[in-house]
């Protein structure tokens, strides 16, 4: 599988994550999903995957594209903010991301169904920024 099949596998799962996420937001009402666990522990699982799937990402363009391998999540984008592939605000925003993934894995009782709601509501713009970002340095890659 050559490089950009692999990137383009992992955007294709974000996107199916956001396209879920954004039709459950949009067809039940924030009290419907605040008050069913299941539903929550979904948008948990979609949104912790997309993240994930975002950290592939990143560390897979840093190994091929940048020789060089990021000792974490937040690493590997500091390494696309100095390579110009991400600006500074969008490094605070992807780490933010990266922050919530950890809060979900290692702290998940410390997130609450209104944060979760929160992120999945108004915050799936993110995702396609990064997105964006990634296959406009593909396009351009040697």
């Known amino acids: 599988m050559s490089q950009n099949e692999i990137i383009s596998?992992?955007?294709?799962?974000?996107?199916?994550?956001?396209?879920e996420i954004d039709s459950l937001i949009k067809n039940k009402s924030r009290e419907e999903i605040l008050k069913d666990s299941w539903l929550i522990k979904g948008l948990k699982y979609s949104l912790q995957t997309a993240i994930e799937a975002m950290i592939d990402i990143t560390y897979h363009i840093c190994a091929k594209h940048f020789k060089k391998a990021p000792v974490d999540a937040r690493d590997g984008l500091?390494?696309?903010?100095?390579?110009?592939?991400?600006?500074?605000?969008?490094?605070?925003?992807?780490?933010?991301?990266?922050?919530?993934?950890?809060?979900?894995?290692?702290?998940?009782?410390?997130?609450?169904?209104?944060?979760?709601?929160?992120?999945?509501?108004?915050?799936?713009?993110?995702?396609?920024?990064?997105i964006d970002l990634v296959l406009e340095y593909i396009r351009k890659a040697p």
Not at 9 to 18: G, H, S, W, Y
Not at 91 to 102: A, E
């Open 9 to 19: 596998r992992k955007i294709a799962f974000i996107k199916e994550q956001i396209s």
């Open 78 to 130: 500091g390494i696309l903010l100095e390579n110009n592939l991400i600006t500074e605000r969008d490094f605070l925003t992807f780490s933010q991301m990266v922050g919530f993934r950890n809060r979900v894995v290692h702290g998940y009782e410390q997130v609450s169904a209104e944060r979760v709601y929160e992120l999945a509501a108004n915050e799936l713009l993110d995702f396609n920024r990064f």
